[in-house]
């Protein structure tokens, strides 16, 4: 990989800027606008929050549910919830849930990009009410998020003192976490792997190797989780209760429609899907100028296009042809947040700065 001038402090920055944004998540779940706790009305949120508060009753009564097979999140939860009183332990789980979406998103465009990129990112992505609906709902759909955005930091912006083989299998374990969360996470992580697989190309042979790190991590963090699931529950099959559910909605194609409703009616008021074909599209602008951009900017532009478009394309065979009714649904397709997001800061961090120079050799945190 092509060095970055200034690399030699990235590691003691990186505890810093995590750190830093925790901090923060704790003050924008304590006085922002998204609230600690779910919505009165709502009920699946609550089922998780019960299973916070009281697992091995549970457990006992039901054993191994769709619910509690979201492992990654559920276990994390019974954590905090057995340390701190409920409130206290839900700000805590929401801020950690933030910082695991915030943190590598400043990570990544400060290593590539510089200061004053990052910090754009960090206020878009907590300005963002789309992933704030998301983390703010105590539903799997949030964590899932912030897992997939841990194995991007993991893949292209970790300490550099890391081996790249550890990393990317970090990496790969954190797409499994994120899969065994809520298996349409999958849609994401395959378009992560996909801008990561881009974005550090420099050989057919380092592809390879990436993509052998990633699923040794992958496979060897559903081996951990499998364990886990069979020691607390006796059952290897930590997917088996969401796969179950997978196999019903196929069987009865109208299980899903009956749910959220038919036709497509609800395109014309569906804003909040506009967001990633117009990063994608200033992306295509700025790919205009390809001779103007080093080799890492080109491979990062290219890397974060083609994730947006892998997401977009995954998501859309879901919803039209597959008929999984994900885009009409706000909470499953938040996930589509997290490619915009990068997508955006690349545009930004490219947009920022004067072709040929590397601001990364001056910015310092």
Same mark, same amino acid.
């Given at each position: ?17 995590? @750190? ?14 998204? %609230? &600690?706790?779910?919505?009165?009305? $709502? ?5 998780? $929050? ?17 619910? /509690? ?58 300005? &963002?009410?789309? #992933? ?11 964590? !899932? ?30 797409? $499994? ?7 349409? +996470?999958?849609?994401? /992580?395959?378009?992560?792997? +996909? ?8 050989? #057919? ?15 060897? %963090? ?7 699931? =069979?020691? /607390?529950?006796?059952? =290897? ?37 506009? !967001?990633?074909?117009?990063? @994608? ?8 100028? *390809?001779?103007? *951009? ?26 039209? /042809? ?14 589509? !947040? ?9 545009? %930004? ?11 990364? +050799?001056?910015?310092?945190?």
């Amino acid at each position: 990989m092509e060095i970055i001038p200034g690399q030699a402090k990235h590691e003691l920055a990186q505890y810093k800027v995590f @750190l830093l944004v925790f901090l923060a998540s704790v003050l924008l779940v304590w006085i922002g606008p998204y %609230g &600690n706790i779910g919505s009165v009305g $709502t009920l699946d949120p609550w089922i998780y $929050t019960g299973y916070f508060l009281h697992f091995n009753d549970l457990v006992a009564r039901a054993g191994h549910t769709y619910y /509690v097979s979201r492992a990654p999140y559920v276990y994390l939860g019974v954590a905090l919830y057995s340390i701190f009183t409920p409130l206290v332990a839900n700000l805590l789980l929401k801020a950690l849930l933030w910082t695991g979406i915030a943190a590598p998103l400043v990570l990544i465009t400060r290593k590539y990009f510089g200061l004053n990129a990052a910090l754009i990112a960090w206020v878009a992505t907590f300005a &963002n009410p789309y #992933l704030g609906m998301a983390l703010s709902w105590d539903y799997p759909d949030g964590p !899932a998020i912030s897992f997939t955005a841990l194995g991007l930091w993991l893949a292209l912006a970790p300490p550099s003192r890391w081996p790249p083989a550890v990393t990317l299998m970090l990496a790969g374990a954190c797409w $499994t976490m994120a899969a065994i969360t809520n298996m349409i +996470a999958v849609l994401i /992580v395959l378009s992560s792997v +996909a801008t990561v697989i881009v974005w550090r190309a420099e050989s #057919l042979k380092q592809t390879f190797l990436d993509l052998l790190a990633i699923g040794a991590g992958a496979i060897a %963090g559903l081996g951990v989780w499998s364990t886990a699931s =069979w020691l /607390v529950l006796g059952q =290897w099959n930590i997917l088996g209760p969401q796969l179950a559910q997978i196999a019903y909605a196929k069987a009865h194609p109208d299980y899903l429609q009956d749910m959220w409703g038919r036709g497509y009616a609800w395109l014309a008021d569906c804003y909040r899907l506009f !967001a990633l074909p117009i990063v @994608l599209l200033a992306s295509a602008v700025l790919l205009t100028r *390809w001779q103007a *951009w080093r080799e890492l900017e080109r491979r990062a532009l290219l890397g974060s296009m083609v994730g947006g478009l892998a997401a977009a394309g995954l998501f859309a065979w879901q919803e039209f /042809v597959a008929h999984k009714v994900l885009l009409r649904v706000s909470y499953h397709s938040s996930y589509l !947040a997290l490619p915009t997001l990068l997508a955006l800061a690349v545009v %930004g961090g490219l947009a920022l700065r004067q072709p040929g120079r590397w601001p990364a +050799a001056k910015a310092r945190l």
